[in-house]
């Protein structure tokens, strides 16, 4: 007779989560107390597959020690986030979005307007041309993924403040949302849209901002995690409804940094 293997139970995976966050350092824990992480978002944020007790403790501890590193270079929204040297630059620089590089959406640089709606006063929507015409600044700043990697960049355009008191935003509401041309979208705080490191980004290493990179126009913000950056930006809209994001409505941390 063939005796059957019994098969490992399948894990249960928000008691294995609850379990495995008990032996973990306190700065990771509320990190996902906060958003009461689930196994699948778990799974989403780190890029691994969970198949036992034993991984979810691995995938926690991976992450908890990638958050000491972050922890070190970013996050104190009254202060400014590192920058570096030229030299330091990580060339080439990484590409990552929610699908390959091979199926990036172009868009056309001509007809681009960039759409404004909310708690604005100048509603008009602008040009690429209109915002290169703004005051340009440089940023030679880290880039952090959540699913473990980093790289530097030198990101050139507008600061985000300027452009808000320009297009009369209230900057007392609580949060600034993004569509993005590839259905992409995410919304950050108010302070964090303030902060003078925040930039509406029109180019990459001295160069137009190329498609890979969010062609026409992204969100540059030192001080969050890669996926609060909104690449490809086609609308932005100043709100006090908290307007979620593409991963933070899939489980990962809304605020995602200082
Ligand atoms: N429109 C759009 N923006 C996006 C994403 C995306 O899939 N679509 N991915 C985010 C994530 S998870 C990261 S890490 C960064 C990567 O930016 P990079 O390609 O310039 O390295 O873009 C962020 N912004
Ligand atoms: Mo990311």
């Not at 040297?85 to 307007?113: C, H, K, L, Q, W």
């Not at 602008?126 to 990101?155: D, F």
Request: hydrophobic share 35%; aromatic share 12%; with cysteine.
């Amino acid at each position: 007779m063939i005796k059957k293997i019994p098969r490992k139970p399948a894990v249960d995976g928000d008691a294995a989560v609850k379990e495995a966050l008990r032996r973990i350092d306190q700065p990771t824990r509320r990190l996902f107390l906060q958003r009461s992480l689930t196994l699948g978002g778990l799974s989403l944020l780190t890029g691994c597959g969970i198949v036992d007790d034993e991984s979810v403790e691995r995938v926690l501890m991976k992450v908890s020690r990638f958050n000491d590193k972050v922890q070190a270079w970013i996050f104190d929204p009254d202060q400014l986030a590192p920058t570096y040297p030229e030299s330091m630059i990580t060339r080439p620089f990484r590409f990552n979005a929610y699908y390959g590089e091979d199926e990036i959406r172009p868009v056309n640089g001509d007809t681009y307007r960039l759409e404004v709606s909310g708690l604005v006063a100048d509603k008009h929507a602008w040009s690429l041309a209109e915002l290169r015409a703004m005051p340009q600044t440089e940023q030679i700043t880290r880039l952090i993924c959540v699913e473990g990697w980093s790289a530097i960049g030198k990101w050139g355009g507008v600061t985000f403040s300027t452009f808000l008191k320009r297009i009369g935003a209230d900057t007392t509401a609580k949060y600034v949302g993004f569509k993005c041309s590839d259905d992409y979208y995410t919304s950050i705080d108010m302070p964090t849209a303030l902060h003078p490191q925040t930039q509406l980004t029109l180019s990459f290493d001295g160069e137009t901002l190329p498609p890979r990179y969010g062609f026409p126009m992204k969100l540059r913000m030192p001080t969050k995690l890669g996926y609060k950056n909104p690449k490809h930006i086609a609308a932005l809209f100043v709100t006090n409804d908290n307007p979620g994001g593409y991963w933070e409505d899939q489980g990962y941390n809304w605020f995602g940094g200082s």
